[in-house]
């Protein structure tokens, strides 16, 4: 089968599409008929050879898959050849096919495309998983997520308004995207180029400081997160861009009850990821079946343009997902 291999590690220069054989599922697993899939940030750590597959997974790159199922392996139950899906993996998402567990695949909604079902298993799971789960987000609260024209952030904003219509969100983002995060229903952007951020929270909670903040960036909003955080606030940490170690006023974080939470989800057991699965599967399917929940695409590239659209992840220009079409579907 068809699928980007990476060289060596290093840029996307490495990136090629080459033949490699098929996968066979195991006990438990199905094989998926790749539609699509797409770019999500941790790719770009794995291809630079800093975030290696966990254990006994491919190594080929890509988080998640949507498709048609192809083959069963044995002891799956509900579902059959020919459904269509889409699918968590752990890795082997850029490829013609890609194994995936059963108890990690969600019915591809009727109404939704398959480049559109290639951007919800990793971000809204990644999203929903942190906000609500790790983060223990409840309507009525105030939160901060910061890169609001991301992946994980655009889904992030959509869930919240979808479950939680009465908190308060405000959003970071970069001078460009300012606009099209107030587009997305987001009334407090912070430009987080020119204005602190920390301050802001103030302002926007009266003084009070916020209940969760959302971040990907690590070191550098480490002080400033906390700051920008009230009594009892959760700092949830998803990703560190801008390095792991800061210093941490533990004094402050004492006195105001904080929590700094660390989360990965990638290497949670196949167990733990087929209960986040069903739990947002009760959670947000009907919004998805409804269309009141739509993955914001930027751009759609062919699997043999895989690197173009690191290249475009890389300079930060997108808005929203990258997919990558591995095969034309007819349903679109
Ligand atoms: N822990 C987990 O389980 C997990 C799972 C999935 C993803 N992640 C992490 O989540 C992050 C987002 O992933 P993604 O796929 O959504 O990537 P993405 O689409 O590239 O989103 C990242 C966003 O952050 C913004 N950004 C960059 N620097 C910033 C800063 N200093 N302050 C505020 N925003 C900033 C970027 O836009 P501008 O450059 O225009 O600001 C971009 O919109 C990555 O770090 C990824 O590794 C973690």
């Avoid at 068809?2 to 066979?24: C, D, F, H």
């Avoid at 006990?27 to 999500?40: C, D, M, P």
């Avoid at 495309?113 to 971000?123: D, K, L």
């Amino acid at each position: 089968m068809k699928a980007v291999l990476v060289a060596k590690a290093g840029g996307p220069e490495q990136m090629s599409v080459g033949e490699v054989p098929r996968p066979i599922p195991g006990e438990g697993q199905v094989l998926i008929r790749v539609i699509a899939t797409s770019v999500n940030g941790a790719d770009l750590v794995q291809r630079a050879g800093r975030y290696p597959a966990p254990p006994g997974e491919s190594e080929i790159l890509g988080l998640e898959a949507a498709g048609e199922i192809a083959a069963l392996g044995s002891g799956v139950a509900g579902w059959k050849v020919g459904d269509a899906v889409m699918s968590l993996v752990a890795g082997g998402g850029y490829a013609e096919y890609a194994l995936a567990w059963a108890g990690h695949l969600l019915p591809k909604p009727e109404n939704i495309s398959f480049s559109e079902a290639a951007c919800i298993a990793e971000v809204y799971l990644t999203a929903y998983l942190n906000l609500f789960l790790v983060g223990e987000l409840k309507d009525g609260e105030t939160l901060l997520v910061h890169g609001g024209g991301g992946g994980v952030n655009t889904a992030a904003i959509q869930l919240c308004q979808e479950l939680v219509p009465n908190s308060r969100m405000m959003v970071t983002a970069s001078p460009k995207k300012v606009e099209r995060v107030r587009e997305l229903g987001v009334a407090q952007v912070v430009n987080y180029r020119a204005e602190d951020f920390a301050k802001a929270a103030k302002e926007f909670t009266e003084g009070r400081g916020l209940n969760l903040i959302l971040d990907h960036i690590g070191a550098d909003y480490l002080d400033a997160n906390l700051r920008a955080l009230g009594v009892g606030g959760r700092l949830v940490v998803i990703g560190i861009s801008s390095g792991p170690r800061a210093e941490l006023n533990l004094g402050r974080m004492m006195v105001k009850r904080q929590r700094v939470i660390g989360s990965v989800l990638r290497s949670r057991t196949v167990a733990e990821k087929a209960g986040l699965i069903a739990s947002f599967r009760a959670a947000i399917m009907l919004a998805l079946e409804a269309r009141r929940i739509v993955p914001v695409i930027h751009a759609v590239f062919p699997l043999e343009l895989a690197a173009e659209a690191h290249r475009a992840m890389a300079a930060g220009a997108h808005f929203g997902k990258l997919v990558l079409k591995v095969a034309p579907d007819g349903v679109e």
